[in-house]
């Protein structure tokens, strides 16, 4: 819709749109919210961040636009919270959340979406496609973090300095697939000297578990070359930081702001109530940086939906594919390792409406306004953009269930791993050779 200069504002202030909203067009509002958010990371009877109700991945997500363009996407996100919380009973003074669709409708992923759900989540995301408003979403890997800071506090041969990258994400990937406690308690709570030994005596008790099998020969080589790293290295520090980075967020946001040729200084951010995340994001020159109540915010309620959409999609896989429950010696002498882990045949058990959403979900999260951050290690995004990917790849429904549920698992798994190795092929890295 065309607004002239003396027509009435859009946003609803009663003014003329020339003494309004037009002299704000340059002006950038981005609402953020965040989900498995664990202010520091700790190690008792098990990593905190891997208890059941948790997830390795703290996920946040912020959405906005020029203040023209969210007055709009606000006020037509508006309207879909009050039909739904019509439809499912909520309240009109309680708040309607992404809690309401928890873990459970992910089990399976679409699947598990039952009817509203699905439909709540489809009227979103067409709301996203119509508008256009910049969507930025982060999966950052607690364990990646421990890596790096890890990694940082290492004596490591200079040569090996360009390689950090590889060294991180094949650190991050053992932690992350194994989960053995004791590393973890050396991690936070030890030196940074005692988690190298303890590292390097699980990288080779691994190794040796594994010999001889051939779906472990690649993890196998790349253990190799960092037992070789950890060997030559050493650490004169004690402990490493174990508070949440909150600076991330803002860091990955202002490089996506330089690619929408956004002015950072012309653009106002605004947190659902966290005080940490409030007193980081001050230090990035933002024109304004405030808290704000979800319940009075519309946008802050979208960006909730929205991660935690993403976020509880990661953590249903991280459950569905994951090695080992916990890096307790005892479960690890039982495992075999030989056998794959893949996402459940349910997981393509989708009707015809499921199948449609996971079209339209690829659509935006391949679309110019979509932007995604993940530290060097981020498979849990990656396995579910490739879940999106593959299905997207069949033309219509028809063609995809000629296809047995069993095949798709398996072809998925392939498409996976082609994903996988590509973002690591994208390092420009190859400590191997």
């Known amino acids: 819709m065309n607004i002239g200069r003396n027509d009435k504002c859009s946003c609803g202030s009663g003014k003329k749109y020339k003494y309004c909203c037009l002299s704000k067009s340059n002006c950038y509002e981005f609402y953020y919210d965040e989900i498995y958010h664990d202010r520091k990371l700790t190690n008792k009877e098990l990593t905190n961040f891997f208890l059941e109700q948790s997830s390795d991945y703290f996920c946040f997500m912020f959405i906005g636009d020029n203040i023209i363009n969210n007055h709009k996407l606000a006020n037509l996100f508006e309207n879909i919270e009050l039909k739904?919380?019509?439809?499912?009973?909520?309240?009109?003074?309680?708040?309607?959340?992404?809690?309401?669709?928890?873990?459970?409708?992910?089990?399976?992923?679409?699947h598990s979406f039952n009817k509203d759900c699905l439909s709540f989540y489809e009227e979103i995301v067409n709301l996203c496609l119509c508008v256009s408003p910049k969507l930025l979403f982060g999966a950052l890997s607690k364990t990646s973090l421990l890596t790096y800071r890890f990694l940082s506090a290492l004596m490591i041969p200079i040569e090996i300095h360009p390689y950090f990258q590889v060294i991180g994400y094949t650190l991050s990937k053992f932690l992350y697939t194994y989960k053995f406690t004791e590393i973890f308690d050396d991690l936070i709570n030890k030196s940074v000297e005692d988690s190298r030994i303890e590292i390097l005596n699980k990288l080779n008790y691994i190794l040796k578990k594994n010999n001889g099998l051939p779906r472990k020969w690649s993890e196998n080589r790349c253990f190799y070359s960092?037992?070789?790293?950890?060997?030559?290295?050493?650490?004169?520090?004690?402990?490493?930081?174990?508070?949440?980075?909150?600076?991330?967020?803002?860091?990955?946001?202002?490089?996506?702001?330089?690619?929408?040729?956004?002015?950072?200084?012309?653009?106002?951010?605004?947190i659902d109530n966290e005080d940490n995340t409030l007193n980081v994001a001050n230090n990035f020159n933002y024109a304004e940086v405030k808290c704000l109540d979800s319940k009075k915010?519309?946008?802050?309620?979208?960006?909730?939906?929205?991660?935690?959409?993403?976020?509880?999609?990661?953590?249903?896989?991280?459950?569905?594919?994951?090695?080992?429950?916990?890096?307790?010696?005892?479960?690890?002498?039982?495992?075999?390792?030989?056998?794959?882990?893949?996402?459940?045949?349910?997981?393509?058990?989708?009707?015809?409406?499921?199948?449609?959403?996971?079209?339209k979900l690829f659509r935006l999260f391949s679309s110019n306004n979509f932007a995604s951050y993940i530290m060097f290690f981020g498979d849990g995004f990656i396995y579910l953009y490739s879940y999106l990917s593959y299905l997207a790849s069949f033309r219509t429904y028809e063609a995809f269930k000629k296809i047995s549920n069993e095949q798709h698992k398996l072809n998925l798994n392939a498409a996976t791993l082609r994903e996988l190795q590509s973002f690591f092929d994208k390092m420009n890295l190859d400590i191997l050779q």
Do not use: C, H
């Not at 967020?249 to 702001?257: D, G, H, P, V």
């Open 84 to 110: 739904y919380k019509s439809k499912l009973s909520i309240p009109n003074d309680k708040e309607f959340k992404s809690t309401t669709f928890g873990i459970k409708y992910y089990k399976d992923g679409l």
């Open 226 to 270: 960092l037992v070789n790293i950890l060997e030559n290295s050493s650490s004169a520090e004690d402990k490493i930081e174990t508070d949440w980075d909150y600076s991330i967020a803002f860091q990955s946001l202002n490089e996506n702001l330089l690619k929408w040729s956004i002015d950072k200084t012309q653009t106002k951010i605004f």
């Open 297 to 359: 915010s519309s946008l802050i309620r979208f960006a909730d939906f929205f991660v935690g959409m993403i976020a509880r999609f990661i953590k249903s896989i991280e459950e569905t594919i994951k090695e080992v429950n916990t890096g307790k010696k005892e479960e690890i002498e039982d495992k075999n390792f030989d056998e794959n882990r893949y996402l459940s045949e349910s997981w393509f058990d989708v009707n015809e409406k499921q199948f449609a959403f996971a079209l």
